[in-house]
Every structure is written in C-alpha cells, then in structure tokens.
C-alpha cells in the first residue's frame, strides 16, 4: 500500500478532520497553467524525480494555486527522509523543501478531482470553519490520493486549509 502523509487526529467537525500533519520534505514543481493541465504538468518531472532516484511513491499528490493559473504540484517525500537524504534534482523544475508540523481543516470528496468539485469542496470546507469558529491561515490546498486508472466511484480526494491552533 502507498505511504501516506503522517498526521494525528486531533478532532472531528462532521465530515471535517482537524489533523495535526508531521514535519515532512516535499518535492514541488511550479506550473504556469489551467487547474486541469497544471496537475498533469506537474506530475510528470516529479515521478521521473523519485522514479529515477528509487524513491517510493507517496500519496496525497498536492495542488496549491500560488496566482492566477500558477501552481504548485508537490509530492510528500517518505516519511523516513529528511531533505539532507534527497540527491539534489537534475531538472531544474524540481525543488525539495522542508515543511514543518502544521494544523489543518480537511474535507474529503469523492470522483475526479475537477476543478468544480474542489471548488464545492472548499465552499463546504470553509462553512463548517466558519461555523466551528476556526480561522484558515493560507490558501487550500487540493490532495488527490489515486492513480489515474483507478475508477471514479473509488477515488479519495481531499481540500486541506491550514487553520490557526486554538
């Protein structure tokens, strides 16, 4: 089974998870494009990256809308590695980063990950926040968990919003 992002459950909102994430090391490739392209663009430097170096695949495969038509597309390196671990990249698009512990709402939502279901996602995400009184401190992030052959009705996907701690 393919390694997840480590988190903790910290509490539970309805469908909403706060998670506590771990420290993690990210590979990240910038893409200037639509929200469809940007996740395809995006992927193909970052599996040769780990393909190349013998590094497992992760899930989720994270999308975060910088700008307009400007994203980032990031795997979550396997728990046990730290960046001093990581062969520096040869391609020039791909950069790894150190992420540290974070707190973050997320709302899970099944199918293709189409830019009008993680829109939806979000609006619902960002409700119940709302609601629950907790405040988002940076922009959603989309989190897609399957292979692109795997049938619709079994897909995981999920938005993710950082929120300040209590």
């Known amino acids: 089974m393919t390694e997840r992002q480590k988190f903790d459950l910290v509490n539970k909102h ?17 893409v200037s494009a ?7 663009l995006g992927f193909r430097p970052l599996v040769t990256y780990i393909s190349k170096n013998n590094i497992a695949m992760t899930a989720p495969v994270i999308q975060e809308e910088k700008a307009a038509n400007n994203w980032t597309v990031s795997f979550v390196m396997p728990a046990e590695m ?3 671990d990581l062969p520096i990249p040869s391609n020039a698009q791909v ?13 899970p939502f ?20 709302n609601k629950e009184k907790l405040i ?8 897609r968990f399957d292979p692109p ?18």
């Open 95 to 107: 950069s790894l980063r150190t992420c540290g512990e974070e707190l973050a709402a997320v709302l």
């Open 136 to 143: 988002p401190t940076g922009p959603v992030r989309i989190a």
């Open 14 to 30: 309805g469908k909403v998870e706060i998670r506590r994430y771990h420290p993690c090391v990210m590979a990240d490739v910038v």
């Open 110 to 129: 099944g199918g293709f990950a189409t830019e009008e279901k993680a829109k939806e996602a979000e609006g619902q995400l960002r409700a119940i926040l």
């Open 149 to 166: 052959w795997k049938p619709s009705f079994l897909r995981y996907n999920a938005v993710i919003l950082p929120i300040q701690s209590a």
């Open 82 to 84: 730290k960046l001093a």
């Open 34 to 40: 639509d929200y469809q392209s940007a996740s395809s």
